[in-house]
């Protein structure tokens, strides 16, 4: 057996000898000689070494580790595979969709992150890297509070191809608040709307209320409590958090192990649509705009509306912010008015459905202009809701 470094008998100097990248010193030790007369071996043991022993003309070896693991046709052709996933097996609106205000790039839904993990054939394990549970509030002023945070990790066979994190709480402004609403005293339903000419009250048999009549002033459904309140069933919320969290670190994981951030975001992968969140606690609210998608967005929104809710508070009036413009696509448009009518509260927004005539939806108006118009409406009812309210 030859030595590393020397030259086999019989063999050109000038080949180089095969690659070998980590070689293990070996060492030949003598044992002591017995008495048989079997004239055994001396026994060979091996020492690990970390030492790295290079043969002459193997200074590729260090070259190599800096090159890239596939070749540019390669990398090409793996980028190419996901812009036809992107145009033949997913839909968007359903595997991925742009969400308002939050930039061009489209968010990378679950169904999307799900064909995309079937297509190159990962399979995401998850680890609960923090957990914490207050299921009586002892901690948190008497209120529930949940936290997750997940890591997930895309394996492809053994190997790790990438890794993502993923998180949900309870105190996030969908699972902490609910909308409470007047119940029709006779029929339990949630279905009780003001008159139009506001000389009283009705249940309104499309939401499945009993069409009773109230007179204004009734006791019985003005007294009832509208507008958010905390959610007194946060328990039920434990295992949607959860959920989520595993959501999230699902997309953020399939994202780094196929390199689609180019084609993808995470900004918000769940309904755009949210509750305000709970006041400032320093005496008055930071309003983080009505397409609050991602921390940059509100970073954004806050940066400019600060010098004006610093003008309120010294007594200056707030300018009314006019509406924005709806686009064309319907799925914009539906987060549009869903935006709205979380920051109006569900019964005026019905009220203003009725009003306009619209059983469904908003559709049904047909026309762009007619569905910017009510939107207008609804918008500056949102603002003036919000001015009362601070």
Not at 91 to 101: A, N
Request: with cysteine; net charge positive; hydrophobic share 35%.
């Amino acid at each position: 057996m030859p030595v590393n470094g020397s030259i086999q008998p019989g063999t050109d100097a000038r080949t180089p000898a095969p690659a070998v990248t980590v070689a293990e010193a070996v060492e030949t030790t003598p044992q002591p000689t017995s008495n048989n007369q079997n004239h055994s071996r001396p026994k060979r043991t091996r020492k690990e070494s970390t030492e790295l022993v290079l043969r002459q003309g193997d200074d590729h070896l260090e070259q190599w580790r800096f090159m890239p693991v596939m070749s540019i046709d390669k990398a090409l052709e793996r980028r190419q595979t996901i812009v036809q996933a992107t145009q033949k097996l997913m839909r968007e609106g359903v595997d991925y969709g742009k969400i308002p205000g939050a930039g061009d790039k489209p968010a990378l839904l679950q169904p999307g992150a799900d064909k995309l993990c079937n297509l190159f054939g990962l399979v995401i394990k998850y680890d609960v890297t923090k957990c914490e549970e207050d299921w009586t509030g002892q901690e948190h002023d008497g209120i529930p509070f949940f936290f997750y945070e997940l890591k997930g990790r895309a394996y492809r066979g053994d190997f790790l191809m990438g890794e993502g994190l993923g998180s949900c709480n309870a105190w996030e402004s969908k699972y902490k608040y609910r909308q409470a609403e007047r119940l029709c005293p006779l029929c339990g339903s949630a279905a009780i709307l003001k008159s139009r000419d506001g000389n009283g009250w009705f249940c309104w048999r499309k939401k499945n209320g009993c069409g009773t009549n109230f007179a204004a002033g009734d006791p019985r459904i003005e007294v009832q409590g509208v507008g958010r309140r905390i959610n007194p069933d946060m328990a039920d919320v434990v295992n949607t958090v959860l959920k989520m969290a595993q959501k999230r670190a699902k997309v953020s994981t399939t994202i780094n192990a196929i390199s689609a951030s180019e084609f993808f975001t995470q900004d918000l992968e769940d309904n755009p649509a949210t509750v305000a969140e709970d006041p400032e606690p320093h005496g008055f609210n930071v309003d983080v705009g009505p397409a609050r998608h991602g921390a940059k967005g509100a970073q954004e929104c806050v940066r400019d509306t600060k010098p004006t809710e610093a003008a309120r508070m010294n007594g200056a009036q707030k300018p009314p912010l006019a509406a924005p413009r709806l686009s064309s696509k319907g799925c914009e448009i539906k987060a549009a008015f869903a935006q709205v009518r979380e920051r109006i509260g569900e019964v005026r927004y019905l009220e203003e459905m009725q009003t306009a005539g619209i059983v469904r939806d908003v559709f049904e108006l047909r026309k762009l202009d007619r569905i910017q118009t009510l939107y207008d409406r609804l918008w500056n009812i949102a603002q003036q809701t919000a001015e009362r309210a601070a």
